[in-house]
Protein backbone atom coordinates (compact mmCIF):
# COMPACT_ATOMS: atom_id res chain seq x y z
CA UNK A 1 0.00 0.00 0.00
CA UNK A 2 1.45 3.32 -1.39
CA UNK A 3 -0.59 6.45 -0.07
CA UNK A 4 0.18 9.54 -1.55
CA UNK A 5 0.00 13.57 -0.36
CA UNK A 6 -0.13 16.62 -2.54
CA UNK A 7 1.19 19.99 -1.52
CA UNK A 8 2.26 23.57 -3.13
CA UNK A 9 -0.80 24.25 -4.64
CA UNK A 10 -2.40 28.10 -4.61
CA UNK A 11 -3.20 31.03 -6.26
CA UNK A 12 -0.66 32.77 -8.46
CA UNK A 13 -0.44 34.93 -11.67
CA UNK A 14 0.19 34.41 -14.48
CA UNK A 15 3.57 33.81 -15.76
CA UNK A 16 4.43 33.00 -12.45
CA UNK A 17 6.08 29.91 -10.69
CA UNK A 18 5.14 26.97 -8.14
CA UNK A 19 6.48 24.27 -6.87
CA UNK A 20 3.78 20.80 -6.30
CA UNK A 21 5.38 17.98 -4.25
CA UNK A 22 3.73 14.85 -3.45
CA UNK A 23 4.99 12.73 -0.57
CA UNK A 24 4.57 9.18 -0.63
CA UNK A 25 4.09 6.38 2.56
CA UNK A 26 5.10 2.84 2.78
CA UNK A 27 8.04 1.34 1.35
CA UNK A 28 9.49 0.32 -1.60
CA UNK A 29 8.76 3.91 -3.58
CA UNK A 30 11.46 3.41 -5.82
CA UNK A 31 9.34 0.40 -7.30
CA UNK A 32 6.88 3.41 -8.55
CA UNK A 33 6.84 5.04 -11.93
CA UNK A 34 5.15 8.34 -10.69
CA UNK A 35 3.39 10.93 -13.11
CA UNK A 36 1.31 13.90 -12.66
CA UNK A 37 -2.15 14.37 -13.99
CA UNK A 38 -4.32 17.35 -14.19
CA UNK A 39 -8.34 18.29 -13.82
CA UNK A 40 -9.55 21.25 -15.17
CA UNK A 41 -13.60 21.76 -14.23
CA UNK A 42 -16.24 20.01 -16.69
CA UNK A 43 -13.04 18.20 -18.67
CA UNK A 44 -11.33 14.55 -18.04
CA UNK A 45 -8.08 14.01 -15.91
CA UNK A 46 -4.94 14.73 -18.82
CA UNK A 47 -1.74 13.84 -18.25
CA UNK A 48 1.00 15.98 -17.67
CA UNK A 49 4.48 14.43 -16.46
CA UNK A 50 5.90 11.44 -15.75
CA UNK A 51 8.92 10.04 -14.39
CA UNK A 52 10.75 6.09 -14.17
CA UNK A 53 11.43 4.50 -11.24
CA UNK A 54 15.57 6.03 -10.70
CA UNK A 55 14.48 9.73 -12.24
CA UNK A 56 16.51 9.58 -15.42
CA UNK A 57 13.75 9.05 -17.55
CA UNK A 58 10.37 11.51 -18.04
CA UNK A 59 8.07 12.58 -20.40
CA UNK A 60 5.62 15.67 -20.52
CA UNK A 61 3.09 16.73 -22.53
CA UNK A 62 2.99 19.37 -25.11
CA UNK A 63 1.09 21.94 -23.06
CA UNK A 64 3.58 21.95 -20.45
CA UNK A 65 6.65 21.12 -22.27
CA UNK A 66 9.45 23.43 -21.44
CA UNK A 67 7.81 24.70 -18.73
CA UNK A 68 7.19 21.84 -16.15
CA UNK A 69 10.05 20.05 -14.97
CA UNK A 70 9.12 16.40 -12.66
CA UNK A 71 11.74 14.91 -10.45
CA UNK A 72 11.88 12.88 -7.44
CA UNK A 73 13.90 12.25 -4.44
CA UNK A 74 14.02 8.58 -3.83
CA UNK A 75 15.52 9.07 -0.37
CA UNK A 76 13.01 11.05 0.65
CA UNK A 77 10.33 9.22 -0.87
CA UNK A 78 9.12 12.51 -2.66
CA UNK A 79 7.70 13.41 -6.56
CA UNK A 80 8.24 17.38 -7.63
CA UNK A 81 6.56 19.25 -10.09
CA UNK A 82 8.23 22.48 -10.92
CA UNK A 83 5.82 25.05 -13.37
CA UNK A 84 7.37 28.02 -14.36
CA UNK A 85 5.63 30.67 -16.87
CA UNK A 86 2.49 29.66 -15.86
CA UNK A 87 -0.81 30.16 -18.11
CA UNK A 88 -4.13 30.61 -16.96
CA UNK A 89 -4.94 27.28 -19.10
CA UNK A 90 -2.39 25.44 -16.24
CA UNK A 91 -5.81 26.03 -14.12
CA UNK A 92 -6.56 23.25 -12.37
CA UNK A 93 -6.50 20.36 -9.52
CA UNK A 94 -3.24 18.37 -9.95
CA UNK A 95 -2.82 14.83 -8.64
CA UNK A 96 0.52 12.64 -8.71
CA UNK A 97 -0.05 8.97 -9.20
CA UNK A 98 2.32 6.08 -8.75
CA UNK A 99 2.32 2.70 -10.82
CA UNK A 100 4.60 -0.31 -10.45
CA UNK A 101 6.95 -0.80 -13.31
CA UNK A 102 10.32 0.44 -14.34
CA UNK A 103 9.59 2.76 -17.00
CA UNK A 104 6.78 5.71 -17.54
CA UNK A 105 3.52 5.52 -17.99
CA UNK A 106 1.25 8.23 -19.60
CA UNK A 107 -2.74 6.65 -19.56
CA UNK A 108 -4.20 6.96 -16.10
CA UNK A 109 -5.27 3.54 -16.35
CA UNK A 110 -1.64 2.31 -15.90
CA UNK A 111 -1.78 3.97 -12.11
CA UNK A 112 -2.58 2.10 -8.93
CA UNK A 113 -2.23 4.87 -6.49
CA UNK A 114 -3.60 8.37 -6.19
CA UNK A 115 -2.89 11.33 -4.31
CA UNK A 116 -6.29 13.96 -3.07
CA UNK A 117 -4.94 16.41 -5.28
CA UNK A 118 -4.06 19.93 -5.40
CA UNK A 119 -5.57 23.22 -6.82
CA UNK A 120 -3.54 25.08 -8.95
CA UNK A 121 -5.10 28.58 -10.01
CA UNK A 122 -3.23 30.95 -12.12
CA UNK A 123 -5.08 34.48 -12.70
CA UNK A 124 -4.86 36.35 -15.90
Known amino acids: QVDLVESGGGLVQAGGSLRLSCAASGRFFTRFSMGWFRQAPGSEREFVAAINWSGDDTTYSDPVKGRFTISRENFANTMYLQMNSLKPDDTAVYYC?????????????????WGQGTQVTVSS
Open 97 to 113: AGARGSGYYIAPTDYEY
